[in-house]
């Protein structure tokens, strides 16, 4: 009203004049500094209002920015949030003594995650202030248990490994030789998953805005550094399975277009590859692999496969290939075979569920345009974590099997986003990684041992049944070797599951195959070799083998255990 304005006039014309009494400025040069500095703010504000009239009017970009009209009011309040998130980030470290932030998505600093309590902190008292958003909206405070789902390593016990660690951490009950089928979750990194559940339903939609965004982050900036993988890159899904089936089934296949696999590939994949012929008219193209074989035979025989269909101008669309085979526990010169394959122009995915933390894997170093892995099978975390590694450049090539808010617009976020999916055991990895750290100093750590307890059960086993490892070398079998079992020549298929069976009963939790080994069809045994076995394991495994005497297809004592179905069990 005019009366508020009479006021305000008066009320400024005093502080003028108690201001020119205390300073040597005359009330008029005072006034007139005034007058001159409202003066360019207004013709400031009238030109950017002009600029962004004439931009809304005529829908055309002034001044390059790539901001249109009232786009440029949007763009200075995030920018002026993220300033703000900027300067408590540093204000913090600086009262913290220093560090770096934790879970940083560059690959240039993701060494700077072993500083584990300083990150902690450093969460801890940022998250804890109120922070302001872009449109004045100040976020609630938020409690510093609610970000965390913490486990005290320290007060944890360094036990050795085999069956004293076995004792202290897992909850196995039987001499378990098939972690490559599952896993098995260490108690801490069990306890952590459920702190987690805890902690978001102390917050459903906190959790799931910002609370579990971040610590996905973390959990793939952990999982791309011991893989050396961009984390931006990287995208969870439950299981290779479901990896595999979103490149296949997304990518864009027309009829007549051919994908090349080994005859040796998962037989989900095999299955896959009939649901493309069905439904898209996609011819599936085997390269016929005769294990055991050198690298040198493997690569020649993709080669005169790829150039006859070359001559027939049938060039496959995209190639498929493991990196470790499930069945045959086979490691395949994953680099030589992308590398090969690019040559002839042809996409690569790689099915690596078997490798992470079994071997050491490379991402950026073999060059796959998509690389599938798992975590749960050698890197402790819960069941159901398993990964894809997608190139940039293939990134508009394939979309997520699972529709959100995201289909169309954003690529990551579509691929990241599962809802009301309890996506706890992906957070998993963190504590999985942890867990590493304490009792093993990390991945190589528990790579050595297992590395040590394969070559022992090799040399062990071959002398007691008196065959030979099915690979060639310890570098193709690694922690996985695959042992035929004595006078288990010329095997039939039921030989395996009443096998499974018959060792089941004593206690042993294993998986046999009938796979031709030299041509012929041999029984034998997949031993997955992990932290909590020893050679006291080893030793049960052929004495029960032994007292069979061969007579395999009569060892069905314990067939009852085991359903029809597992003589396609992997």
């Given amino acids: 009203t005019q009366s508020t304005w009479d006021i305000l006039s008066v009320y400024f014309f005093s502080l003028l004049a108690q201001t020119s009494r205390r300073t040597s400025c005359s009330p008029s040069s005072l006034l007139f500094f005034f007058c001159f500095s409202s003066f360019f703010f207004i013709v400031k504000r009238s030109m950017k209002a002009a600029r962004s009239g004439i931009e809304n009017f005529f829908k055309i970009d002034l001044d390059g920015d790539g901001k249109i009209g009232k786009e440029h009011t949007e763009d200075m309040r995030r920018l002026a949030f993220v300033k703000e998130h900027n ?9 913290l003594g220093g560090g770096a932030t ?15 309590e300083r990150a902690r902190q450093h969460r801890r008292a940022m998250w804890a202030r109120p922070l302001s958003g872009p449109m004045g909206f100040t976020y609630l405070p ?21 069956s004293a660690l076995k004792t202290a951490y897992f909850h196995l009950r039987s001499t378990f030789l098939n972690a490559a089928s599952y896993g098995a979750t260490p108690s801490p990194v069990l306890r952590g998953r459920a702190m987690w559940e805890e902690v978001a339903q102390q917050n459903p939609m906190l959790w799931q805005m910002r609370i579990l965004p971040n610590r996905l982050n973390e959990a793939r900036n952990l999982l791309g550094h011991e893989i050396n993988a961009d984390p931006t890159c990287l995208h969870f899904l439950v299981n290779a399975n479901a990896a595999t089936s979103t490149v296949l089934k997304s990518f864009p296949w027309e009829t007549g277009d051919r994908l090349i696999i080994l005859s040796c590939d998962y037989d989900a994949t095999i299955l896959v590859g009939k649901y493309l012929t069905d439904t898209f008219g996609v011819e599936v193209v085997e390269v016929p692999i005769m294990l055991p074989m050198t690298t040198e035979e493997i690569l020649n025989a993709v080669i005169v496969k790829l150039e006859k269909l070359r001559s027939e101008n049938n060039t496959p669309k995209l190639a498929n290939f493991c990196h470790v085979t499930s069945k045959t526990a086979y490691k395949f ?15 690569v995915c790689i099915d690596g569920a078997q490798a992470p933390g079994h071997i050491v894997v490379n991402v950026r170093d073999i060059g796959a345009d ?3 892995g798992t975590v749960h099978k050698w890197m402790y975390s819960c069941q159901g974590v398993a990964f894809i590694a997608i190139h940039q450049d293939r990134k508009q090539t394939i979309s997520s099997l699972n529709g959100s808010i995201f289909v169309g617009n954003d690529f990551d976020g579509d691929m990241k986003h599962f809802g009301t999916f309890d996506s706890t055991t992906f957070l998993s990895i963190i504590h999985a990684w942890q867990f590493a750290n304490k009792l ?3 991945w190589n750590g528990v790579r050595q041992y297992c590395n040590s307890l394969a070559t022992e059960a090799v040399s062990y086993l071959e002398t007691q049944w008196g065959t030979k490892v099915a690979q060639i070398y310890p570098e193709i ?23 499974m069976g018959y060792l089941l009963s004593h206690g042993i939790t294993a998986f046999l195959l009938v796979e031709p080994i030299k041509g012929i069809p041999t029984l034998a045994i997949r031993v997955t070799c992990q932290i909590f076995m020893d050679m006291q394991d080893i030793m049960k495994l052929s004495d029960c083998v032994l007292q069979l005497k061969g007579n395999y297809g009569a060892a069905n004592v314990a067939k009852e255990f085991i359903p029809v179905a597992m003589k396609d069990f992997i």
Wanted: aromatic share 10%.
């Fill in 477 to 499: 079998y690694n922690n996985m070797p695959i042992l035929p079992l004595p006078k288990g020549e010329n095997a039939q298929k039921s030989w395996a599951p009443t096998t």
């Fill in 333 to 347: 010169p994953a680099k030589e075979l992308t590398a090969l394959f690019h040559r002839y122009g042809i996409p």
């Fill in 102 to 116: 934790y879970g940083d998505l560059s690959p240039r600093s993701s060494h700077l995650i072993t500083q584990t």
């Fill in 440 to 442: 093993f100093g990390g």
């Fill in 87 to 95: 300067r408590r980030m540093i204000r913090t470290l600086v009262e």
């Fill in 142 to 162: 938020v409690l510093a248990d609610r970000l965390e789902a913490e486990i005290d390593w320290n007060a944890l016990p360094q036990t050795p490994p085999g």
């Fill in 370 to 372: 998509f690389y599938i």
